[in-house]
């Protein structure tokens, strides 16, 4: 599955963003969709995954109660709707793909490019 992240942009402190990512190729329905997140000189952070069917989401730590993760399966699309942004959030995110949901990277086996998101005090 080929997956395209879009959205992401600079935003002063408090607001809000959607990012978007589109798969193409194999089923999107069967795969497990996660966010990642990575800032400069820093790993790799989850921060939200959502079940095949959506009924089952989880988030980290630093962004539960503010962000979103939905998905529409007709249209092959996994969201993740951003409110109260705050500067510590500033990331490149990455949309991934994977057959078991969870909160480590390595569960993931397809990734997008990645999208900026900056967040100015």
């Known amino acids: 599955v080929q997956l395209q992240a879009s959205g992401g942009g600079l935003v002063q402190d408090g607001g809000s963003l959607r990012l978007s990512c589109a798969a193409s190729g194999r089923t999107f329905s069967g795969y497990v969709m996660g966010w990642f997140r990575q800032a400069p000189g820093k790993e790799r952070e989850f921060v939200s995954y959502i079940s095949r069917s959506g009924g089952r989401t989880d988030y980290g730590g630093s962004v539960k109660g503010r962000f979103t993760i939905s998905r529409d399966n007709a249209k092959n699309t996994v969201y993740l709707q951003m409110n109260n942004l705050k500067p510590e959030d500033t990331a490149v995110y990455y949309c991934?793909?994977?057959?078991?949901?969870?909160?480590?990277?390595?569960?993931?086996?397809?990734w997008g490019q990645g999208t900026q998101v900056t967040v100015s005090s």
């Open positions: 991934a793909a994977g057959l078991t949901p969870g909160i480590y990277d390595a569960l993931y086996g397809y």
